[in-house]
């Protein structure tokens, strides 16, 4: 039989092939595009390292946090997902859309510092999920200090230190000149 007999006795044959009535389902265990939960964000860029593609990009500013996400980088692994401390990251199940161009499919999500409870200026968030992994209980002054910023932080811890030396030595402490 020649090519030409096969490709005539293909065309005069009926169609086999059904379509699916919609979307193709996914498994139980699909793993589609990574997204964010701004309000769970803690900023800490572990995703970034996490991420063996480089589909994730962390910057950090002075007053905000940008999380650049390329879909078309990623391998959908879900790595980024696993470490992240605060569960802000998650993955989607539906399946990514179709793109030409792999600039298409990339997203940006500019995530705001807080203001300090005492100063004013960006702290980094803290969220109680973080700080339920660091301690057992969330006191008043666990709270408290987790909305100041690195340097309230230290002033904060500075003085206490300083009122415990004050009561184990018994005397005033005099500050260096």
Not at 47 to 68: K, P, Q
Not at 144 to 150: F, N
Request: glycine share 8%; aromatic share 8%; charged share 25%.
């Amino acid at each position: 039989m020649s090519i030409l007999g096969v490709i005539s006795g293909n065309l005069r044959k009926r169609k086999i092939t059904i379509r699916f009535p919609g979307e193709v389902p996914h498994p139980d265990t699909y793993r589609g595009a990574v997204v964010i939960d701004e309000a769970k964000c803690v900023c800490c860029g572990m995703c970034h390292y996490a991420c063996v593609s480089e589909a994730i990009v962390v910057t950090a500013f002075g007053d905000r946090f940008v999380w650049d996400y390329n879909i078309g980088r990623c391998t959908f692994c879900g790595k980024c997902v696993e470490i992240c401390p605060s569960r802000a990251l998650s993955q989607t199940s539906d399946s990514p859309p179709p793109y030409a161009e792999p600039a298409e499919v990339t997203g940006s999500h500019a995530i705001l510092y807080p203001p300090c409870a005492e100063c004013g200026r960006p702290a980094l968030p803290i969220t109680d999920t973080v700080l339920l992994k660091a301690f057992k209980e969330i006191g008043e002054d666990i709270a408290s200090w987790s909305k100041l910023c690195l340097r309230c932080r230290r002033r904060r811890y500075s003085k206490g230190l300083a009122a415990g030396l004050k009561s184990t030595l018994g005397r005033d402490m005099k500050k260096p000149e």
